[in-house]
């Protein structure tokens, strides 16, 4: 069992292997995402401080599954409050769980032991509790978090996503990925920097045939002085 846990986790960190793309704001990171897509490439992910506006159009994302949670858990907590409601106030236990589940009815002025009326602030409270209880609960299974370990902390870059950095994900499992050709693609489409990322650390790359920076170049050789002489007197 422990062996089968830690072959899900390696491959959950397997997942962020591959490149891992900078992009000035968010409308060129939408942009990047649908060349891409166009181009082919599925395992795609993005990372940015805020949600931003048509990203999950264009990376062809299906509606969330999170909305179904939060119905059934918030119809699972109106259930809970009137089934208990109507078990302590009139409801008939048995002998074997009278000292656990006890009931309490009491007659009031020959009014019923039990009403929806009265019962629905209750069920209303329940309702937003388990909801709220399954958006939480829902969002951290469907994003599989947490995640004490991602490759991408290796990237200093990286830090700035809950910040003002906008950064795009190509998996290195993606049938499209080539290290060079996916890299070159990513600095056509605008990004900032692109930093090739695995489990040993993130390692900058260049844009393929672009010209090196000025302070790389060698150095224009200087005209030799001429010997220094003294005039006679």
Do not use: C
């Not at 958006?135 to 299974?141: K, Q, S």
């Amino acid at each position: 069992m422990l062996s089968s846990i830690r072959q899900q986790l390696e491959g959950r960190a397997d997942q962020h292997v591959g490149l891992l793309a900078e992009f000035s704001d968010p409308g060129a990171l939408v942009h990047a995402v649908e060349r891409l897509r166009e181009a082919g490439y599925r395992r795609l992910d993005t990372f940015t401080p805020f949600p931003v506006h048509g990203m999950d159009r264009a990376m062809g994302l299906p509606p969330s599954k999170l909305g179904f949670i939060v119905f059934g858990m918030g119809a699972l907590g109106a259930l809970t409050g009137y089934l208990l409601q109507w078990w302590t106030a009139a409801g008939t236990q048995p002998d074997w769980l009278w000292t656990v589940f006890q009931g309490y009815p009491i007659a009031i002025s020959n009014k019923p032991l039990f009403a929806v009326e009265y019962a629905i602030p209750v069920i209303f409270e329940l309702t937003v509790l388990f909801s709220a209880l399954g958006a939480v609960g829902g969002m951290l299974a469907l994003n599989a978090l947490p995640k004490p370990y991602n490759p991408l902390f290796h990237s200093e870059r990286f830090g700035r996503a809950t910040d003002d950095g906008f950064f795009l994900h190509v998996a290195g499992a993606d049938g499209r990925f080539d290290r060079e050709a996916t890299s070159r693609l990513l600095f056509e489409e605008g990004a900032l920097g692109v930093e090739y990322v695995t489990h040993d650390g993130a390692e900058a790359l260049s844009q393929v045939g672009a010209p090196r920076a000025a302070e790389d170049a060698p150095a224009a050789e200087a005209p030799p002085t001429p010997p220094h002489t003294t005039g006679e007197i």
